[in-house]
């Protein structure tokens, strides 16, 4: 009973996820793009769910559906993608370029699929440990033991990112500047 | 009798969570009102049947008898999403929150008071408020609507700041608790409230469930005087009672989980003996954090909306870290 | 004072003054319209004179004088440092050959003058050489005419009660009416509607009291210009009262600053009573003094509330709180007079009746009341620190640039300038009275707030001592010409019965003159011009709303302010529609 609930709910949300990518493509309408694309991830987070991976699925939900997605539509609508931009024609460098990178890619994803030999490492925790003390902490203890160099890293990259933001932000603040204003920041 | 475990028993409870809080929504603004024109030396509805108690069933009628107006060069598809978008996040997120501590039985199958114990509960409370703003952010941008809009994007990096230092503060509470669960997070509270261990922890938390929910003083969403209804400004009828519905379920939601973090969720005395009572317990915790939140509605002007991003950033947001770094290493030293 | 300007004047500028004329202590100098422009800039700058205060600028058709040329200009000053007034009028020779008059701007000499003159324009059809944007003000764009002309027709204009389906008059009904931007075109040319973003706050908006319409240019959430379009509650006032008798103006003062009748009233009918010379007993006095200071209460006691209201939100309670207070002054308006907002509650002479015999306790009684109450308003609101961030530093309006906007009342003394006419030129017995001028030195809004809410303590000590030194006596002149006699004398003597006849049907009759009075409203110097031709009915009628030039100066307070700002800023103005448009 639990295995055809399963079942089907993984087709189901599957389909959504399926359907969901093509809208991303497809839509005419930045907006649009951006929500099938919050809904992509969405039904992304719930097959996480199914394959027993809450952590990531929040994570995913919490990151991708919650933040950049908002930003994604945060910068189409102040920047007013509105108008479709016009390709030149269907012929050219750039047409020809994306479709070979999306034969690689189907090539490479169609490898892994049917053959199976394209398989990520796999570590030494196991369902069950993983049960025992909660996947939480066992993502945590990962972090701050074995991969503690990539991840203090990763936080200074994304330091310095923002303060390249703050930056950036002050200067544009720095041109408006000039009119009269009457409040002390 | 798998399915009936598997399938029924969340599917009537949810059942029973969103009609409780669809009720709670509708006599939430009932008493709202009521309490406003108390403080304000007035009677408040008392036309709609005994005391006005009927005023909400008439409200709901007049809205969903209202007729609908879609402005001109409005994106549709969108415009028509994103009210129910704001009501979802505020609807879905009870699935984690304990209302009692005692499971029972009927008809032979163990009801537990809550839908589901994900031990990832922290987290998705979390994930799910941050997706909150969708509903607004796209209601704003599809009014086509210079006052929507700007509304849209205050309250949006208003959701977004606020929040930071909320989950920083949650963290703290997990750094005690440790559990992400929300079930053993009420039961780490079993000998003292959260609220005590952590006071600037629960005020900083408060803060920014308000800002969270729009409410006032942080009720730039809709900044009637300014905006004239913000976001919502385009939306007459039962989609502009939509809106109103996440607002008030996004209320009674803060209170709930303010209940649960910091206030001992379902404990108080005899809770033991007579289970029942941790139902009674959290829902008088969840009304006094309600009528706090009316009461500083009723009292308090509104904050500036620049103010209001530089109070989050530059003191709310350092304090709880501050906040969180205290608590890590007095739990450290106390082992 | 005046005789000492006009003698200078002639000094410096001999070929400049064509005559002075005095008429009820008002000097008067006619002045040729090529010299004009350099002796207003005398007049301002001399330091013995020093009219820094353009008061009012106004004009007068003379067709049905028939004085050549028809048309003049009346600008009324005021020195606040010297303490004493002028009026100057420029005649302007028109001779058919231009589409109308034309007179020098005095924008640059007096920066209030800039709405002044376009008002004068759009109703009287005179332009006004230099100024930097002569639209219409009042009336809409595509008006036809200039309705204060005398050869202006009256009514005409036909007005379809029922929207009948047919009539191709509504064929608009229910269809878009303006596709694309919706602000109006008319924006001074500076405005960058391309890269900045225009909103429209108003005329339907919730903070803006009335239909006041502000054409907002944002760059962000920040203010780039503010551009205020007003007209839409433009009654023609002026117009009505050129054909009504002094009398029968006074209830169409109640509708300008509604929330101020009674001070309305009292500049009016001062205003006539100076025209025609009558005295008014000290009873009357007294009483109007009591009611012009209530009235005064529960306009700044109407402006706190939706202020906070403004500021909050629509729940903060401070908003229900003051309404209470007003409630009760009402309560006691409803006593004297039977009305609550539109009161119309003194007449030329005195007052209509004698207060009743319960009306000084139920003063008593709120005045009592009423210092703990506005206690209660100062703890909610005057050091809360979330109410201290919104109107500190918000709006600032110094005093020079409140003087040269013409801007007066709460708003001048918040930016430490003490001048209220009540002190200065004292009027109904104000000068009987103890109380101070509260000033601030900030002049932001929270500057004018304080001096707000001092000033209601300020009225407070007013009526508290009017009403305690009542004196006894008539409460109306005894002068029958101007008072209809009580009715118990009708019944016995012809001759009151003759006055009261005569009084009814043909109205006074004032002398040939002109006079310019001023009052200290709640919001500013309300000021009336009335010229008188010896007939029933004023042959010129203009008002000076203090609303409507206080909120010339918005531009100037919010520039540079957030669009949350401009809502404290309007707040801080204290605009009254009904005063702006009249």
Not at chain 3, 190 to 208: K, W, Y
């Amino acid at each position: 009973m639990a295995q055809q609930l399963q079942q089907g709910l993984f087709l189901a949300l599957a389909g959504v996820a399926v359907v969901a990518a093509l809208g991303v493509i497809f839509n005419r309408n930045a907006v649009h793009s951006a929500l099938s694309l919050l809904a992509n991830f969405v039904a992304l987070a719930m097959l996480y769910v199914l394959l027993n991976a809450q952590f990531i699925a929040i994570v995913q939900v919490a990151v991708y559906a919650g933040a950049i997605v908002v930003l994604f539509l945060f910068v189409v609508m102040l920047l007013g993608a509105g108008g479709e931009m016009q390709m030149g024609g269907w012929l050219n460098w750039r047409t020809a370029f994306i479709v070979a990178a999306a034969l690689v890619l189907l090539t490479l994803t169609g490898t892994a699929v049917f053959e199976g030999t394209i398989n990520g490492a796999i570590g030494t925790a196991t369902p069950e440990q993983i049960a025992q003390v909660g996947q939480t902490e066992a993502v945590g203890t990962a972090l701050f033991t074995d991969y503690l160099l990539p991840f203090e890293l990763a936080s200074v990259l994304l330091l310095v990112g923002m303060l390249g933001a703050v930056v950036l932000g002050q200067r544009w603040r720095g041109a408006i500047a000039g009119r009269p204003s009457g409040e002390a920041e | 009798m798998d399915w009936i475990s598997l399938l029924l028993v969340p599917a009537i409870k949810s059942l029973v969570v969103v009609v409780a809080l669809l009720t709670g929504f509708a006599y939430l603004s009932y008493v709202e009102r009521k309490l406003v024109a108390r403080f304000q030396v007035r009677y408040g509805p008392n036309r709609a049947g005994p005391f006005g108690i009927l005023q909400p069933i008439s409200d709901a009628l007049k809205m969903v008898f209202k007729e609908e107006i879609v402005p001109l060069n409005v994106d549709h598809v969108v415009y028509l999403l994103s009210p129910a978008l704001t009501v979802m996040p505020a609807l879905v997120i009870w699935a984690v929150i304990p209302v009692s501590g005692a499971s029972f039985t009927l008809f032979g199958q163990t009801i537990t008071p809550y839908v589901s114990d994900v031990n990832v509960g922290l987290l998705y409370i979390l994930a799910i408020a941050s997706l909150a703003t969708y509903g607004i952010v796209l209601a704003g941008w599809s009014s086509n609507n210079k006052y929507s809009l700007l509304g849209a994007l205050r309250t949006s990096s208003q959701m977004l700041s606020y929040e930071l230092p909320m989950g920083i503060t949650l963290v703290s509470v997990l750094l005690i608790a440790g559990s992400l669960s929300l079930v053993d997070i009420v039961q780490a509270q079993r000998g003292v409230w959260f609220a005590l261990l952590q006071p600037i922890g629960f005020i900083i938390y408060f803060i920014c469930g308000l800002a969270e929910a729009g409410r006032s003083p942080f009720d730039l969403p809709e900044t009637e005087n300014e905006l004239v209804s913000g976001f919502a400004t385009e939306y007459g009828g039962i989609k502009f009672a939509l809106f109103f519905m996440g607002e008030y379920i996004h209320m009674i939601t803060i209170s709930a989980l303010a209940t649960t973090f910091f206030l001992g969720g379902w404990y108080g005395p005899f809770v033991n003996q007579i289970p029942v009572l941790g139902l009674v317990y959290f829902l008088i915790k969840v009304a006094f954090m309600i009528f706090l939140i009316v009461w500083i509605r009723a009292s308090l002007p509104r904050i500036r909306y620049d103010k209001l991003m530089h109070f989050c950033w530059k003191f709310l947001l350092p304090l709880s870290l501050l906040n969180l770094v205290v608590t890590a290493v007095v739990l450290v030293l106390v082992g | 004072m005046s005789d000492t300007t006009f003698e200078k004047l002639r000094a410096q500028f001999p070929d400049a003054v064509l005559d002075v004329s005095e008429f009820r202590g008002d000097t008067t100098a006619t002045i040729t319209r090529e010299t004009f422009l350099d002796v207003a800039r005398f007049l301002r700058d001399e330091p013995d004179l020093q009219y820094d205060l353009l008061v009012d600028l106004t004009s007068i058709d003379r067709r049905d004088l028939g004085i050549e040329p028809r048309f003049v200009t009346v600008y009324e000053l005021y020195s606040i440092p010297k303490n004493h007034s002028a009026r100057l009028k420029v005649p302007l020779p028109w001779d058919n050959s231009t589409e109308m008059p034309q007179c020098p701007s005095v924008a640059a000499i007096w920066p209030t003058g800039n709405w002044h003159e376009r008002e004068v324009y759009d109703l009287m059809g005179i332009g006004f050489t230099g100024h930097p944007w002569l639209h219409r003000i009042l009336m809409p764009e595509n008006w036809v005419g200039h309705p204060l002309r005398k050869d202006y027709p009256l009514g005409g204009e036909p007005v379809y009660f029922s929207s009948d389906r047919d009539n191709p008059r509504f064929a608009h009904l229910g269809k878009p009416i303006m596709e694309g931007p919706s602000y109006p075109s008319k924006l001074p040319d500076d405005v960058d509607s391309e890269t900045h973003l225009v909103i429209n706050v108003g005329p339907q908006h919730p903070a803006t009291h009335g239909v006041l319409r502000l054409a907002v240019e944002l760059d962000g959430e920040r203010i780039v210009s503010v551009n205020p379009d007003i007209g839409y509650l433009h009654s023609g006032f002026e117009k009505t009262g050129e054909n009504k008798r002094y009398e029968k103006f006074i209830p169409y003062t109640d509708r300008m600053d509604y929330l101020a009748a009674m001070n309305n009233n009292l500049a009016y009918v001062l205003t006539v009573e100076k025209l025609l010379e009558v005295e008014i007993p000290p009873r009357a006095q007294y009483i109007r003094v009591i009611l012009a200071e209530l009235q005064r209460i529960a306009s700044h006691l109407f402006w706190i509330a939706t202020h906070a209201h403004d500021v909050s939100g629509t729940i903060h309670s401070l908003l229900m709180y003051a309404l209470r207070e007003r409630e009760r002054i009402l309560d006691i308006f409803e006593m004297f007079c039977g009305a609550r907002l539109t009161t119309s509650g003194m007449s030329v002479g005195g007052l209509r009746q004698d207060i009743p015999g319960a009306f000084p306790d139920a003063v008593r009684s709120f005045v009592s009341e009423f210092w703990k109450r506005l206690q209660d308003y100062e703890a909610m609101l005057t050091r809360n620190p979330i109410w201290l961030s919104r109107l500190k530093g918000v709006g600032i309006l110094r005093a020079e640039d409140a003087v040269a906007l013409g801007v007066t009342g709460p708003m001048l003394r918040a930016g430490g300038v003490p001048f209220d006419l009540r002190k200065a030129q004292p009027y109904s017995s104000y000068d009987h009275f103890d109380f101070d001028i509260p000033t601030a030195t900030e002049a932001d809004s929270y500057a004018r707030y304080q001096v707000r809410m001092r000033e209601m303590e300020q009225s407070l000590r007013i009526v508290e001592q009017a009403v305690n030194r009542l004196p006894e006596g008539p409460f109306c002149t005894d002068d029958r010409k101007v008072a209809p006699p009580p009715r118990s004398e009708i019944d016995l003597s012809m001759e009151s019965l003759i006055h009261h006849f005569k009084l009814y049907t043909e109205g006074y009759k004032p002398p040939v003159g002109e006079v310019y009075g001023m009052a200290e409203n709640p919001k500013g110097i309300l000021g009336f011009f009335l010229v008188s031709d010896g007939t029933a009915i004023p042959y010129r009628l203009h008002v000076r709303g203090p609303s409507f030039v206080n909120l010339q100066a918005t531009d100037l307070m919010a520039r540079g302010h957030l669009l949350s700002d401009l809502i404290t800023i309007i707040g801080t103005i204290d605009v009254v529609l009904g005063d702006v448009d009249r």
